[in-house]
């Protein structure tokens, strides 16, 4: 079973900021966080994980609460291309296996 | 494009009938996995290899499926004798064992459909 738990879905104005939670309250020491998205049709891609501090890359940010056990997927600016189901995956750092969940789904409108 | 590629997009089969799913990564990653996906549910792990070991099967691999990578490059996946419970999204992803975080690459995944 998933360690993760996400609201099914939400919605965001393009041009905003979407800021998707995640629950993983049961989260070990050594375990990361992860965050996919799956765009209809195609395959997931990953977007980005972290451990303790929060973490930016080019496509988002990743916000992780002190205790561990939350964290926050922010993507800067919503476009239409964001629309997805968003995972929220917890796992070792040399992760063998993905468990996911049934995500988020992010409807961006215009 | 993320690198990884399958092979047939989708295959539509009848009950009972074998079919065989191909999958190749990004040529430098020595870890390769299976997932399946069926309709508003996320991807389930199956199995996975590094280079040609396969290094753990899931219990939804049932008898009828087995999956190979011989020479730790390309992958198959074969499903024998097929059930309707079996039409399902097959995707496959690499990733470089050891690299930080070890992010997946996921292919654009073959649709089977069982009749």
């Known amino acids: 079973d998933a360690k993760t738990t996400q609201p099914t879905s939400m919605d965001c104005a393009e041009g905003r900021a979407a800021n998707l939670p995640c629950n993983h309250s049961?989260?070990?020491?050594?375990?990361?966080v992860y965050w996919y998205r799956q765009i209809h049709s195609q395959g997931p891609q990953y977007i980005i994980h972290?451990?303790?501090n929060n973490e930016t890359n080019e496509m988002a940010s990743l916000i992780i609460t002190e205790d561990r056990k939350s964290s926050t997927l922010i993507l800067p600016h919503a476009t239409l291309r964001d629309t997805a189901v968003y995972y929220c995956?917890?796992?070792?750092?040399?992760?063998?296996?993905?468990?996911f969940g049934t995500g988020t789904r992010l409807q961006v409108f215009p | 494009d993320t690198g990884v590629s399958q092979d047939p997009r989708h295959k539509i089969t009848k009950r009972g009938q074998n079919v065989t799913f191909r999958c190749d990564p990004i040529s430098e990653h020595n870890r390769l996995y299976w997932y399946r996906q069926t309709l508003g549910q996320g991807p389930e792990f199956l199995t996975y290899?590094?280079?040609?070991?396969?290094?753990?099967k899931s219990r939804l691999l049932s008898d009828r499926f087995s999956a190979e990578r011989p020479k730790g490059s390309f992958s198959t996946l074969e499903i024998q004798r097929t059930e309707q419970g079996d039409s399902a999204m097959y995707l496959c992803?690499?990733?470089?064992?050891?690299?930080?975080?070890?992010?997946?690459?996921f292919g654009p995944g073959t649709r089977l459909t069982v009749l």
């Open positions: 290899f590094q280079n040609e070991a396969q290094l753990e």
């Open positions: 049961t989260i070990s020491g050594n375990e990361y």
């Open positions: 995956i917890v796992g070792g750092y040399n992760t063998d296996k993905l468990i």
């Open positions: 992803a690499s990733s470089l064992s050891g690299r930080g975080g070890d992010e997946q690459f």
């Open positions: 972290g451990l303790k």
